[in-house]
């Protein structure tokens, strides 16, 4: 079965970048990728990650 994530560049734009890992959390996904990892520092990145329960992907 395929996995897919969501790109949080392309949904969820009515949210801040932050907010977005919540959003793809609630909508059901596992992982996450942007393309842009300068949005946020890497720290809060690695604890929205570990909050949400989500994994990067790329």
Known sequence: MPRFSANLGFLFQEVGFLDRF??????????VE???PYEAPPE?????LRS???EQAL
């Not at 959003?23 to 992982?31: E, K, L, M, W, Y």
């Open 22 to 31: 919540e959003a793809a959390a609630r909508a059901g996904f596992r992982g």
């Open 52 to 54: 949400c329960g989500l």
């Open 44 to 48: 809060s990145i690695a604890a929205r």
């Open 34 to 36: 942007h393309g842009s």
